[in-house]
């Protein structure tokens, strides 16, 4: 994994569910603009493929910077959640190898690499088919208790509570 910190190994029976919100950016199924990240665990990692949408051209013919951060934030943004604890992205940093051109599959892998008390390191890269290395990020998440994101939905019309209600914490953070 390109330097990086081995993994911590991931804590018995992880999951994750499929989106963090339905309208979420990353990984929203109702957000059409969004890059709409599918990830899954495979063993101690957290893992989706991309090839981004034209839309997300920066430079010529390749991808903008920001819309391969969005996408590796996303997917450490899992890592949390696979390991059980509700948190929030407090630092990220990438490291951009080589422009990601149009049309291009890119596999990102997402690992915890530590954990003191509330924070949580984790680190990802993203890599082409031919696994040659396209980006490498690392970030700090927040551990935060359920009212962080209780307080958001007080101001939520009741029509998009109501269709947030099919997604139940409780099924993922026991």
């Not at 390191?121 to 998440?141: I, K, N, Q, T």
């Not at 307080?151 to 209600?165: C, G, N, Y």
Request: aromatic share 10%; charged share 20%.
């Amino acid at each position: 994994m390109d330097g990086a910190a081995a993994p911590v190994p991931m804590p018995e029976g992880a999951r994750i569910p499929p989106y963090h919100l339905p309208w979420c950016f990353g990984c929203g199924p109702e957000n059409a603009e969004g890059l709409r990240l599918e990830a899954r665990i495979e063993g101690d990692l957290v893992v989706a493929d991309i090839q981004f949408a034209p839309w997300f051209q920066g430079g010529p013919g390749v991808v903008h910077g920001g819309a391969v951060a969005a996408f590796f934030d996303d997917l450490m943004g899992f890592v949390p959640v696979a390991h059980l604890v509700p948190a929030v992205t407090a630092h990220l940093e990438v490291d951009y190898r080589r422009p990601i051109p149009l049309g291009t599959t890119v596999r990102g892998e997402a690992w915890l690499t530590e954990r003191d008390g509330r924070k949580l390191w984790a680190a990802s890269v993203g890599r082409d088919g031919s696994g040659e290395p396209l980006v490498e990020c690392r970030a700090l998440y927040l551990a935060v208790n359920a009212e962080h994101f209780v307080k958001a939905l007080d101001d939520m019309p009741a029509a998009q509570r109501e269709r947030l209600a099919r997604f139940s914490p409780d099924e993922y953070y026991p």
